[in-house]
């Protein structure tokens, strides 16, 4: 039997991948759902393509054109919407790739169904680590994760007993500014920015690595995954991004993951675990890659990620409201209103006027993210 498989996110670029993947599985994955945010039209394409017929758009008027325009299957609209894609569709396995917070909802929708989850929301994880785990436990469904250096160092640990792993180091492009000093940084524009030299992407992550927010949150997200305390884990700036993660065990043995950069390795590797199936990327050649370099992330010109660390090390809701202002701040860079260090500067700020609260419930979640963003927004308009 196939397994049955539906994509959130799916017009996003881990989206259309993971289609690629599906179409190069030989029948061993059947997509049964796929959702997008509002470009109905080509989630259509791909709904017509696959043989899909549930579809999920975030946006109502974009699944209200939807539906006009196509009488082959279901649309679903809203949250609601994307709950039900989730929930009614009789799948295996949800591929989640929602950019932001507003993964959240499908991880839980996901996981409070026992279904087996493949995480490319790394947001989902940030902001509700603690309560997402909890559900996992208590449903017995899998989180499986598709980052690249998460799926590195998932993939590293498989072979490991307790107590063996001394520390996890998560590599880092630099990002296109990899360099720069705060100077020169504080006239770039959103093109440059976006220009990322190894890794095509969307427009929020691709901002995200270059203030160093993405690795940032890969860190709390890799807390999460493998239960390891904040000390233990490591950023490392490696610019050729062949190693993708590390470990350091307790005999002094480090073992990495190695690779061209190519995200259908790690979602062929999350939709078919534990199985592995061929991903045509050809076979690293290290002559012709002639060196690995490595240094220091430099946390005074990119204070995202000290951010980021000491956000998740105070817990609580000080991840979510780290996310949310990060969201609010690029969302406004990308718009020309505000400067690319500015964003550090608004999540720093907005991180000083909210304090980490406990966290007792998603409820409560949902309320710092609204304070956050509005918090941020008004930083930014000031």
């Known amino acids: 039997m196939p397994r049955r498989v539906v994509i959130l996110g799916c017009t996003g670029s881990i989206g259309r991948q993971a289609l690629d993947v ?43 054109r939807a539906s006009e325009a196509w009488t082959a299957g279901t649309v679903l609209s809203g949250p609601e919407g994307l709950v039900a894609l989730v929930t009614e569709g009789d799948c295996d396995l949800v591929l989640n790739a929602i950019v932001g917070a507003a993964g959240l ?86 093109e440059q920015a976006l220009a990322h030299p190894t890794w095509s992407m969307g427009g929020k992550i691709s901002i995200d690595s270059a203030t160093l927010m993405n690795k940032g949150l890969e860190v709390i997200e890799a807390h999460h995954l493998f239960g390891v305390p904040y000390e233990q884990i490591d950023v490392v700036v490696h610019p050729q991004s062949i190693i993708h993660a590390l470990i350091q065990l307790c005999d002094g043995a480090t073992l990495a ?43 005074e010109t990119f204070p995202c990620l000290r951010l980021a660390r000491e956000a998740g090390i105070a817990g609580g809701t000080a991840p979510c409201i780290l996310n949310a202002a990060n969201e609010v701040a690029v969302h406004a860079f990308l718009e020309g209103r505000l400067q690319f260090i500015g964003i550090a500067a608004v999540i720093e700020q907005t991180l000083s006027k909210l304090p980490a609260q406990t966290v007792h419930s998603f409820e409560s979640l949902l309320a710092a993210d609204a304070d956050a963003r509005r918090v941020a927004s008004e930083l930014i308009e000031a």
Request: no cysteine; aromatic share 4%.
């Open 22 to 64: 599906v179409q190069r599985s030989g029948g061993e994955l059947e997509l049964v759902g796929i959702s997008a945010g509002r470009d109905w039209q080509q989630l259509l394409e791909q709904a017509q393509q696959f043989g899909v017929d549930r579809i999920a758009l975030a946006d109502p008027d974009a699944a209200a």
């Open 105 to 190: 909802l499908a991880t839980v929708a996901t996981l409070g169904e026992g279904i087996d989850l493949a995480l490319a929301n790394k947001e989902s994880l940030v902001v509700g680590g603690e309560l997402v785990n909890q559900l996992a436990e208590a449903t017995g469904a899998q989180i499986l994760p598709v980052d690249s250096e998460h799926s590195a160092l998932h993939q590293l640990l498989a072979g490991e007993g307790a107590g063996t792993v001394d520390r996890l180091l998560l590599t880092a492009s630099g990002g296109p500014f990899r360099g720069h000093t705060a100077q020169q940084l504080a006239d770039v524009s959103a």
């Open 257 to 299: 993951h190695l690779g061209y950069p190519d995200m259908r390795v790690p979602i062929a590797y999350a939709l078919h675990h534990p199985a592995r199936t061929e991903v045509p990327v050809p076979a690293l050649d290290l002559v012709s890659v002639g060196a690995l370099t490595f240094e220091p992330p430099d946390v």
